[in-house]
């Protein structure tokens, strides 16, 4: 494991994304994202940690695109995807290049059913409708439940349904990279389990690269290859999962255990867990 700003360069040929030292600001003066640099390997999973307000979400919406609906821009820096710089194209076309952002909180079309949503993630395709639906039926695979609910108002489905269409919706875009935004979130422990399992089926048979922003850290390193911390707007530490997980600190301050058991996070004070991650 390494700090971030020592972080061994990797050959491009063998990355899907590439991070390089990005400067996010909202409505012009609120810097939100201050030098973030970070890397996805093709078929890779790829954990982004931290707490709430860290900065994981906006992270996601500079790689897709998504800041200036709003106010957001990236003002520095660059983000390479599949070998081109993709920082000034529309959500819609680094869709249609293989790039998708599954949002947080699923944001599903209630009124609309579970199979019409499918549908919906389709819309940039254009490769006909026998396509479309061998693709759907492959959701289906991964999804057996939303085949029993396909029919089903979507509003109307639980929360880990509506996670699960919001997956399979970014599926029927075909997409070579998926940014995932707290998949666990409101989810019972059982649930998450069961979409990350999913996750990690995609990315084995099908070659789906992920980057998953999570705060719940213990699962994320269970799946994951290779993570970043990131703490108000800076990554603090990066290295491989399983190095992670071994982390004094990330035990202590994310995973709550300490050398004296467990602690609460909520309990550690913020400049504490800078001056020690900085030394």
Known sequence: MTAAAE???????????E???IEVIYDRVILVLKGVSLSVPKGGITALLGANG?????TLKAIS??????RGEVTKGNIVFDGAQVQNLSPNDLVRRGCIQVMEGRHCFGHLSVEDNLLTGAFTRRDGQAAIREDLELVYTYFPRLKERRGSQAGYTSGGEQQMTAIGRALMSRPKMILLDE??????????????????????EQGVSFLLAEQNTNVALRYAKYGYILESGRIVLDGEARALRENEDVKEFYLGIGGEGRRSFRNVKHYKRRKRWLS
Do not use: C, W, Y
């Open 65 to 70: 695109n998504l800041l200036h609906a709003e």
């Open 7 to 17: 972080a061994p360069r990797q050959d491009p040929a063998d990355l899907i994304l």
């Open 19 to 21: 991070v390089n030292n």
């Open 54 to 58: 860290a900065g994981k979400t906006t």
């Open 183 to 204: 998949p666990s979130m409101g989810l019972a422990p059982q649930l998450v389990e069961e979409i990350f399992e999913i996750v990690k089926q995609l990315n084995e």
